[in-house]
């Protein structure tokens, strides 16, 4: 039954998920587009938000669950939410901000494709001669991932952990140092 479903499945002819994993990425690019192009920092936040969901949606077409759930856990949960309380801590304008474009739209079109074209250049050639043991454990499983994640990436981790702790302490006292002291009328503070 099996192998009379494999050979009926042509090369080209897509199957569901993969439609769905084309659709989930026509729609998460367009949440990182709107992401660049609005002028409203919140809204800019809340569609990162839909843009690093739909990158977990599509962990989870990979098979990779671990992998998804980090993007939910550290992205969206941890990352956007600093971003937001830095805009609240740092007294960000809330609606439209006009100094958020400064009018070098084609410039960092131009930039964001070449550093694009760059980026998809450098994987191509790194994994040109890589195959996938298609035996073995999933590449996105839990338990790749992890043996991946403790064994060479964890002083990283941790330092990108100490780095927006710093941001956000950094937050904080930027937000502090604009309150003036309130004196009294007899000149203590």
């Known amino acids: 039954m099996m192998l009379a479903a494999a050979e009926a499945h042509g090369f080209l002819s897509p199957t569901g998920v993969e439609i769905a994993f084309l659709l989930v990425g026509i729609a998460t690019l367009g949440a990182a587009a709107i992401t660049v192009r609005t002028k409203q920092l919140v809204h800019a936040a809340l569609w990162l938000v839909m843009a690093l969901g739909g990158l977990a949606v599509e962990y989870l077409l990979l098979t990779a669950e671990f992998i998804a759930w980090v993007q939910v856990l550290i992205y969206v949960g941890s990352v956007v939410v600093l971003l937001l309380f830095g805009l609240m801590l740092t007294k960000a304008p809330i609606g439209r901000s006009p100094n958020a474009d400064s009018g070098n739209g ?26 996938i043991d298609l035996d073995g454990p999933a590449q996105g499983s839990t338990q790749v991932s992890g043996e991946i994640l403790f064994r060479h990436w964890v002083l990283p981790f941790e330092a990108l952990s100490v780095l927006l702790l710093a941001a956000l302490i950094g937050a904080i006292i930027l937000s502090r140092r604009d309150a003036p002291a309130a004196k009294d009328p007899e000149g203590k503070s």
């Open 106 to 131: 084609w410039v960092a079109l131009a930039v964001a494709v070449a550093a694009a074209a760059a980026l998809v250049w450098v994987v191509v050639d790194a994994f040109r001669t890589t195959w």
